[in-house]
């Protein structure tokens, strides 16, 4: 008999009706077939998912924005294109790293540390795109838009950065002082 730490999923709130026992022993040996299963159902719905998500977003119309307008200097908007795709491609990465969590099969990357370190420097990156695009746009509105989502996506990004570095820094120095 094995003595290891296992997780135990339940489908009860902390505020609803207790679970029957026998429906308790069947969630348990449910949870490991919920380990096994190919996609994380949760991360959809969890914070994480969706601040991935309305990252995306923004910086898919932000691009589309910026794409379909009249350009007045071509360096500026290529260069703001160039950074809203590869940090929209780089935030899907590792969005899809979550949902079918290859986090798990691939140890020997530190996850946590790879993406706080690709939102430092995208959230960097996309600041001075939109910076630069804001100030070139010259009132011309899908270029304004363009920034403007650029500026949201800086905040979305932000955001990644504070609670990424609060769940992987602060966790793991509060762990160390109780164990």
């Known amino acids: 008999m094995s003595h290891g730490a296992r997780v135990i999923r339940t489908g009860v709130s902390s505020g609803g009706p207790a679970a029957p026992p026998a429906a308790a022993a069947s969630s348990s040996s449910s949870s490991a077939g919920a380990d096994a299963e190919l996609m994380d159902g949760a991360y959809f719905r969890s ?48 969005y899809i790293i979550h949902i079918f969590r290859i986090y798990r099969k691939l140890t020997c990357v530190s996850w946590p540390l790879a993406e706080f370190l ?27 838009a363009g920034a403007t989502f650029g500026f949201l996506a800086t905040i979305l990004c932000v955001l990644s950065i504070w609670s990424s570095y609060k ?13």
């Open 118 to 144: 690709h939102y430092l420097i995208g959230t960097i990156l996309l600041l001075i795109a939109s910076i630069v695009a804001a100030s070139k746009s010259y009132n011309l509105t899908g270029l304004v």
């Open 47 to 94: 914070c994480a998912g969706m601040l991935k998500v309305a990252q995306m977003i923004s910086l898919l119309v932000g691009f589309i924005s910026v794409n379909n307008s009249p350009w007045t200097d071509y360096s500026a908007y290529s260069y703001f294109q160039i950074v809203t795709m590869c940090d929209l491609v780089m935030i899907l990465f590792f």
């Open 167 to 179: 769940v992987s820094c602060i966790t793991q120095s509060t762990s160390k002082y109780h164990a």
